[in-house]
């Protein structure tokens, strides 16, 4: 089974801390994505990566900034939290090859953070 | 382009009573769509998904899906519900050139009365 695991299920920041959320996979997928999903408002995509040190922007990427130097890591990085990026964080990843193609998501457990 | 738009973002039914949940989507091409079941504090979960191989699909835990391409539809449904069905569902749709990004609904939270 493909595994998604996060770094923490729940953090608790400071305004103006720099925030390090880690996401691994064990499938060698070659997309990973980072999500925040607030109430009523679904899953917003924040940064997606298709292959090593590749990103593209998603629908909110202002306030974070993402690095994958492995293909098994994708990390979102807030420079400087603030208190409207209190929510829930959600890794993704996917393989477009094999039976996988249909680009169904694998999540992790989540990361709930909050920012005082 | 490509969007998901859930009817209802809460619905609630009886132990024992027919489930649906709606389903609309707009893609500029041939879709692939998905449903994914998130349980409380946890991430989501493929139920099901459609990738044009037959337009009535089966999913984990006895839901299935019905593809409507004249109603650019994809509504999830149960025969009969089990408190244990009680959860958010997305809808999600995701096109066949765009590097495996997907598009998600806003959501339909599931509540099971006894």
């Known amino acids: 089974d493909v595994k998604v695991t996060q770094s923490s299920r729940y953090l608790v920041k400071r305004t103006g801390e720099k925030v390090f959320l880690e996401c691994v996979q064990d499938?060698?997928?070659?997309?990973m994505f980072w999500y925040r999903q607030d109430p009523g408002l679904g899953l917003r995509l924040i940064y997606f990566?298709?292959?090593?040190?590749?990103?593209e922007k998603g629908d909110i990427p202002e306030g974070y900034s993402v690095s994958r130097e492995k293909k098994e890591r994708f990390s979102l990085i807030l420079e400087s939290a603030s208190t409207n990026q209190t929510s829930m964080y959600l890794c993704?990843?996917?393989?477009?090859?094999?039976?996988?193609?249909?680009?169904?998501?694998?999540f992790g457990p989540g990361t709930r953070l909050t920012v005082l | 382009a490509q969007s998901v738009t859930q009817l209802g973002s809460h619905v609630s039914v009886s132990e024992g009573a027919l489930v649906l949940l709606r389903c609309n989507y707009s893609?500029?091409?041939?879709?692939?769509l998905f449903w994914y079941v998130q349980y409380p504090n946890q991430g989501l979960q493929l139920l099901l998904k459609?990738?044009?191989?037959?337009?009535l699909v089966k999913g984990i835990n006895g839901f299935e899906a019905e593809f409507k391409k004249s109603e650019t539809s994809f509504h999830l449904t149960k025969p009969s519900a089990h408190m244990s069905d009680a959860a958010e569902y997305f809808c999600?749709?995701?096109?066949?050139?765009?590097?495996?990004?997907?598009?998600f609904g806003d959501g339909t939270t599931l509540t099971v009365k006894p």
């Open positions: 990566s298709y292959d090593v040190k590749m990103k």
């Open positions: 893609s500029s091409v041939p879709p692939y």
């Open positions: 459609y990738t044009s191989a037959a337009t």
């Open positions: 993704a990843s996917s393989s477009p090859h094999g039976d996988r193609l249909y680009n169904e998501q694998f």
């Open positions: 499938m060698d997928h070659e997309n």
């Open positions: 999600a749709v995701s096109g066949r050139t765009n590097a495996g990004k997907s598009t």
